[in-house]
Each structure stands twice: as C-alpha cells, then as structure tokens.
T-cell receptor
C-alpha cells in the first residue's frame, strides 16, 4: 500500500525566514494535495499537483512535484505567524487518480513561527 | 458556494455508550462523502466513504458504522464506544466524476471516551 512520509515532523522558525516541508511517497503519485490544519480545526486545501515537474504558488507558498512524481515540497517564503499550523500532504490512495476513493495522508509537519 | 457542517463540535462519552455524529453538505448534489479519524501520532485515517445514498465502503474493520440516509447527509455511529474510539473525527466531501480527488473538510468533532 502507498505511504507518505513527511519531514520534518516539526519545525520552529523565526518570522521572516524561509522554510521547506517535504513529502515523499513509496509509489508514483497520481495527485498530490497539500492541506493546512490549525489545531482542533478542519483541513484547509492549499494546492493540488498532478503533473511531474509541476509547480504552483499562492501568496508566499509554493508547492512542487518532482519529475518522477514521488516527492513534493512545500516552500514558504518570509514566514509569518499566520503560517503556523500543521501541514499535511495527501495522495490518491487508489493510486490511479480519479475522484472516487480515499486520500491517504502523511502524519503532518507542525510549523511554529516565532514573532 | 458549498459548505460542510459537522456536529457536535465536541463530545465526551462514557465507554459502552452509543455514538452518532452527523455531517451535512450544502450547495452541491451527489457528492462523495468521507469520514476520517485523526488520532495523536497516527495521522489521518480514512474510516468510510460513500459515492451515493446507501452506498458505504469501509476502509478498516472497527467498532464504528456509517450511513448515508440522504444525498448530502453522512452519519457515523457506534453501538458501544471503546476508549480507542477517542479522536478527532473529520467529514469531507468531493466532486464526483473528476480526474482528481480534491476533498473539502468540515470543522471536525473532538470525541473523548472516558
């Protein structure tokens, strides 16, 4: 079965610093989804990547999917306290794309931003 | 626009008591619906998903069951709660018929079994 490994598990950065979170899959990714979660709340969708080499940005957050489609990174530029939370990567658990079926998730990366 | 609701927000129940958590989606029809559990140190685990009324798929054997009595209503139940049922329960929905599986999550229910 497919597994997603996230690193680091937790991260503390000074406000204004850049940071990167990684998500590595044991199998080819047919869709990679990044979510953000604040403690005790639901997940907020950030970005979806489908094609090898794809890169997407939203405000100060950039996500990339490598050419082999087995690793994704989430990069935050000039971090702010509002970026704090848990970042989770998810992938289509059926391993073949499509909207039916589940997402499997990594265990998350807890980000703290010191003002 | 679409919204997803879950209730209750928090719940404290004794071992052996029944459970009913409700999830409803507004602003869409025939969504795929999902129940996940998030437990400390174990990440987010899919429990059930449904592609239509009365159609439920279970991902892991457990003490819980799910039902979908209406198109946009998804219910998670248990006849007798166990301590291990404690966790944060999240409901999610997605569009059907797409080539990708972007899911939208509800605010969650924090369940503590004592």
């Amino acid at each position: 079965s497919q597994e997603l490994e996230q690193s680091p598990q937790s991260l503390i950065v000074q406000e204004g610093k850049n940071l990167t979170i990684n998500c590595t899959s044991s199998k080819t990714l047919y869709g990679l989804y990044w979510y953000k979660q604040k403690y005790g709340e639901g997940l907020i969708f950030l970005m979806m990547l489908q094609k090898g080499g794809e890169e997407k940005s939203h405000e100060k957050i950039t996500a990339k999917l490598d050419e082999k489609k087995q690793q994704s990174s989430l990069h935050i530029t000039a971090s702010q306290p509002s970026h704090a939370g848990i970042y989770l990567c998810g992938a289509d658990g059926m391993g073949r794309g499509g909207s039916q079926g589940n997402l499997i998730f990594g265990k998350g990366t807890k980000l703290s931003v010191k003002p | 626009s679409q919204t997803i609701h879950q209730w209750p927000a928090t719940l404290v129940q004794p071992v052996g008591s029944p459970l009913s958590l409700e999830c409803t989606v507004e602003g869409t029809s025939n969504p795929n619906l999902y129940w996940y559990r998030q437990a400390a140190g174990r990440g987010l685990q899919l429990l059930f998903y449904s592609v239509g009324i009365g159609q439920i798929s279970s991902e892991v054997p457990q003490n819980l069951s799910a039902s979908r009595p209406q198109d946009r209503q998804f219910i998670l139940s248990s006849k007798k709660l166990l301590l291990s049922d404690s966790g944060f329960y999240l409901c999610a929905w997605s569009w059907t018929g797409l080539s990708y599986n972007e899911q939208f999550f509800g605010p969650g229910t924090r369940l503590t079994v004592l």
